[in-house]
């Protein structure tokens, strides 16, 4: 079944410190992988995707993400946490042929402490 | 910027009523799709929608839901007999490459 895990409940990190949210995933055929971020009583925000090309990733805000495919993961990082990144990550997977619809890890909560 | 817009923010209903939930995408978009996301749990796909049609729904989507872009800016999705277990947070999404972009979402919540 295809799936996306996001072992970690909640991160806790010291603002100006770097931050990893970990995600992993499991599709038949090749992924097409997404980070989207929620803060509170908003919607959810695109933040980065990997579709295919270059293994790392940039997007918004400084954030950027690393695919890899033999360890089917696909962390979100940031080199410098600041207090404003606290808020929900969510990682989404889709894959071709599956009509584009993304499959949503349980999200992770991070909170950058000053 | 151009954003996604879904009205109400927040719908409270009785148990057997129905419901419509809006949605206006960005205006370039193609795809078209509805998520929930009850609370606590993943966020779950509900259905998509492409040149006028679903093209592919979850088994969540029963006969008690459907979907409508009834003026080429509308989307809607109506939940004919509301029962308990549909209380969530409902988000419409667009897209015209791979990524979606998403409204604030409306909380739906039956009583």
């Known amino acids: 079944a295809q799936s996306v895990a996001q072992p970690e409940d909640q991160v806790n990190v010291a603002e100006g410190n770097p931050l990893t949210v970990k995600c992993t995933y499991s599709?038949?055929?090749?992924?097409?992988l997404f980070w989207y971020v929620q803060y509170p009583n908003r919607g959810l925000q695109f933040l980065l995707k990997?579709?295919?090309?270059d293994n790392l990733v940039k997007g918004s805000y400084g954030f950027e993400a690393e695919f890899n495919k033999s360890q089917t993961s696909f962390h979100l990082k940031k080199p410098s946490a600041l207090v404003s990144d606290s808020a929900l990550y969510f990682c989404?997977?889709?894959?071709?042929?599956?009509?584009?619809?993304?499959?949503w890890g349980l999200g992770t909560s991070l909170a950058v402490n000053p | 910027e151009p954003e996604v817009t879904q009205t109400p923010s927040h719908q409270v209903t009785q148990m057997g009523q129905e419901v419509i939930l809006r949605c206006v995408p960005i205006?370039?978009?193609?795809?078209f799709y509805w998520y929930r996301q009850i609370l606590g749990q993943k966020v779950e796909f509900l259905v998509s929608?492409?040149?006028?049609?679903?093209?592919?729904k979850s088994e969540i989507f029963d006969d008690q839901f459907s979907v409508e872009r009834p003026d080429g800016s509308n989307f809607t999705l109506k939940i004919r007999s509301t029962k308990l277990e549909d209380s969530a947070m409902y988000f419409c999404?667009?897209?015209?490459?791979?990524?979606?972009?998403f409204g604030p979402g409306t909380r739906l919540t039956v009583t």
């Open positions: 990997y579709i295919t090309g």
């Open positions: 205006s370039n978009h193609l795809y």
């Open positions: 989404a997977v889709s894959y071709a042929g599956n009509n584009r619809k993304l499959i």
């Open positions: 999404a667009g897209s015209r490459g791979r990524e979606q972009y």
């Open positions: 929608f492409y040149n006028n049609e679903i093209s592919e």
């Open positions: 599709v038949s055929g090749n992924p097409y």
